[in-house]
């Protein structure tokens, strides 16, 4: 990426502010869009002041121009936490349609490759174990998750239809479950969630009966995965996970263990349309993009972990 210049939408979110920083290392320029309904710019500060950053508040739902050379559009804004995309319902369903829209009319515009961060979650509660990009999915276009679930699956169709018909150089990277610093403690999340609970000695809360399965992927995984299929001149989809799946039971111990913590483990409700499994078959990003994971579970959650209780600690927590 050295001497290109990088737009970043949703730049000042978890996994954004990771692309931006990895790109500035590459020696990119990065210019970062975000409105801050989930992003913070806490999240991009110690970028801020560099000659090759600029970051600049913009809703990518409404008219986007960045002026002069863009080589590469990563295109990552989106609430992701469910319990961020069901409070603002409308607004994650318009960053999907009209905000990809705009996302891919810039990479038109400036004959820029464009990436789309899609989801795991195009697969709904899947009928197929594990997840080969060829499943179309399992969906319920009207619960309580089609919010982002459909948006995301109208956002491959329109990057779809803008590469066939239109001829822009897009390509899209389905991601599973990441993990890791700069999540928000109150976030919603699974890890976060537990992570929060175990180091305040709270319960630990599982949904369900814990049996249910996720496939953790540590953040900086899944920034290699992106960066290689932005490199890259594969369309996908390609899932970007890791294939190490574990119960959310299992998940929620491990992390009271690796804390030190004596927190009970509650269970509670599970959420509607809830995925009784998720694990990404791998096979195609190993062989069209050389990417597979290499941070395990235990040190990522380890990581994660010690950043949270600094996090906690702190006079500046972020609170939400």
Same mark, same amino acid.
């Given at each position: 990426?050295?001497?290109?210049?990088?737009?970043v939408?949703?730049?000042?979110?978890? !996994?954004?502010?990771?692309?931006?920083? +990895?790109? !500035?290392? @590459? @020696? &990119?320029?990065?210019?970062?869009?975000?409105?801050? !309904?989930?992003?913070?710019?806490?999240?991009?500060?110690?970028?801020?002041?560099?000659?090759?950053?600029?970051?600049v508040?913009?809703?990518?739902?409404?008219f986007?121009?960045? *002026?002069? /050379?863009?080589?590469l559009?990563?295109?990552?804004?989106?609430a992701? $936490?469910? &319990?961020?995309? %069901?409070?603002?319902?409308?607004?994650?369903?318009?960053?999907?349609?009209?905000?990809?829209?705009?996302?891919?009319?810039?990479? &038109?515009?400036?004959?820029a490759?464009?990436?789309?961060? $899609?989801?795991?979650e195009?697969?709904?509660?899947?009928?197929?174990?594990p /997840?080969?990009?060829?499943?179309?999915?399992?969906?319920?276009?009207? @619960?309580?998750?089609?919010?982002?679930?459909?948006?995301k =699956?109208?956002?491959?169709?329109?990057?779809?239809?803008?590469?066939?018909? +239109?001829?822009?150089?897009?390509?899209?990277?389905?991601?599973?479950?990441?993990?890791?610093?700069?999540? =928000?403690?109150?976030? @919603?999340?699974?890890?976060?969630?537990?992570? +929060?609970?175990?180091?305040?000695?709270?319960?630990?809360?599982?949904?369900?009966?814990?049996? /249910? #399965?996720?496939?953790?992927?540590?953040?900086?995984? #899944?920034?290699?995965?992106?960066?290689?299929?932005?490199?890259?001149?594969?369309?996908?989809?390609?899932?970007?996970?890791? *294939?190490?799946?574990? $119960?959310?039971?299992?998940?929620?111990?491990?992390? =009271?263990? %690796?804390?030190? $913590?004596?927190?009970?483990?509650?269970?509670?409700?599970?959420?509607?349309?809830?995925?009784?499994?998720?694990? *990404?078959?791998?096979?195609?990003?190993?062989? =069209?993009?050389?990417?597979?994971?290499?941070?395990?579970?235990?040190?990522?959650?380890?990581?994660?972990?010690?950043?949270?209780?600094?996090?906690?600690?702190?006079?500046?927590?972020?609170?939400?």
């Open positions: 990426m050295n001497g290109s210049r990088v737009v939408t949703g730049g000042a979110g978890f !996994l954004g502010s990771y692309l931006c920083e +990895r790109l !500035l290392e @590459g @020696g &990119a320029a990065v210019v970062c869009l975000d409105n801050f !309904l989930t992003g913070s710019p806490r999240n991009v500060e110690h970028l801020i002041g560099r000659p090759a950053f600029r970051l508040e913009c809703d990518l739902t409404g986007v121009h960045v *002026p002069g /050379q863009v080589d559009v990563l295109h990552f804004a989106s992701a $936490s469910p &319990a961020d995309y %069901l409070r603002h319902p409308i607004e994650t369903l318009k960053v999907g349609s009209m905000g990809t829209l705009h996302a891919l009319g810039l990479a &038109a515009e400036k004959d490759r464009l990436v789309l961060a $899609s989801t795991s195009v697969y709904g509660d899947p009928l197929e174990h /997840q080969k990009e060829t499943y179309w999915g399992n969906v319920n276009p009207v @619960g309580p998750r089609s919010v982002y679930d459909e948006a =699956r109208f956002a491959e169709a329109l990057t779809t239809a803008y590469r066939d018909s +239109r001829g822009v150089d897009t390509a899209i990277a389905r991601i599973f479950n990441t993990y890791g610093p700069r999540m =928000r403690p109150h976030d @919603g999340r699974a890890i976060p969630t537990f992570i +929060r609970q175990a180091l305040l000695g709270e319960p630990i809360t599982v949904t369900g009966d814990g049996s /249910q #399965t996720r496939s953790i992927c540590y953040v900086d995984d #899944t920034v290699d995965g992106v960066l290689a299929l932005a490199a890259s001149d594969f369309a996908g989809p390609v899932n970007i996970g890791n *294939p190490a799946e574990m $119960s959310m039971s299992e998940l929620a111990e491990t992390i =009271r263990d %690796l804390a030190g $913590s004596a927190s009970p483990v509650r269970f509670i409700e599970r959420p509607v349309d809830d995925p009784a499994v998720r694990r *990404p078959d791998t096979t195609l990003a190993e062989e =069209r993009l050389g990417w597979r994971p290499r941070v395990d579970p235990l040190t990522g959650l380890r990581r994660t972990i010690d950043w949270f209780e600094k996090e906690l600690s702190s006079p500046y927590s972020v609170a939400s």
